[in-house]
């Protein structure tokens, strides 16, 4: 059974930096996609960022220049280096890994980052 498991969420003051990482367990194959999404209380999940295969990224205009992910294919594990952050990216971050079959993506059960004075 394949399982998707987030680590590096915390508390961090505004201005300060985390890093997020998501490591799949159990036979899991032909990811093309990873991404981080995010989901703020009282607010709908949404995207972070996403990386392909072959390393294209994609961020939120809300993020563009101060997140970075990176992937590591033969770790099956993807990256979220967090900096500048504001009060605003306080939510819960959701790790989701897209593939080419059946059940087609997964989705971990999230980290919270909280970020507060």
């Known amino acids: 059974q394949v399982q998707l498991v987030e680590s590096g969420g915390g508390l961090v003051q505004p201005g300060g930096s985390l890093r997020l990482s998501c490591a799949a367990s159990g036979n899991i194959f032909n990811i093309y996609n990873m991404g981080w999404y995010r989901q703020a209380p009282g607010k709908q999940r949404e995207l972070a960022a996403t990386?392909?295969?072959?390393?294209?990224?994609n961020y939120a205009d809300s993020v563009q220049g101060r997140f970075t992910i990176s992937r590591d294919n033969a770790k099956n594990t993807v990256y979220l280096q967090m900096s500048s952050l504001t009060p605003e990216d306080t939510a819960v971050y959701y790790c989701?890994?897209?593939?080419?079959?059946?059940?087609?993506?997964?989705w971990g059960r999230g980290t919270q980052v909280t970020v507060s004075s």
């Open positions: 990386i392909t295969k072959g390393g294209e990224t």
């Open positions: 989701n890994f897209q593939v080419y079959t059946s059940p087609y993506d997964y």
